[in-house]
């Protein structure tokens, strides 16, 4: 009998872009990609926003919500066609998302935490064991994943993102 072990979940929804205000503030390039970003710029948020976010973390996340759960950072990376993402993860945080705000078409792409040992036992990669996960998201939905996970952006992915980290406290 086959049993699938050490799974990581990751949460796909919807939201409601209208109940999703947050600042457009000037954008920076960041990174080794230089993506247009607002990281590190102070937003004003409405409390509706969190409010919905909230909501969309509880009906997710259920009995894996931690104790005192909060917001950090939240920020739009803004993209042209041309811009990518470098490999990366959220550090010191628990869980992060990405919202969709205005991709037709998601270019995230999630590696598996251990690619590089499937690549080097089975010489590449089987259906049974994905190098990674390119979830088919576009405007309007989110994606919460561990912030341990490695992920990057694939150029083509031409719109606004907002994307953000949750701490929480595990005992």
Known sequence: ????????????????LSKIKISDEPTDKMW????????G????????TFEHLIEIFNR?????????PRFGQIWRNKYAKTD?????????CQWSFVIYENVEESRTVFMNPIYKDIQN??????????????????????????SFLEHFVRPGNEGSTISGNVYMDYL
């Open 32 to 39: 080794l990609s230089e993506t247009p970003t607002t990281m």
């Open 1 to 16: 009998m086959r049993h699938d072990i050490f799974s990581i979940p990751v949460f796909i929804d919807t939201v409601d």
């Open 84 to 92: 990518w993402q470098d490999i990366h993860i959220h550090p010191h």
């Open 60 to 68: 997710n996340l259920g009995s894996l919500i931690g104790q005192n």
């Open 41 to 48: 710029k102070q937003h004003q948020i409405d409390p509706e």
């Open 121 to 146: 036992h089975f010489s590449g990669n089987l259906p049974d064991f994905p190098l990674d996960f390119r979830p088919g998201l576009g405007r309007g939905d989110i994606i919460i994943f561990p």
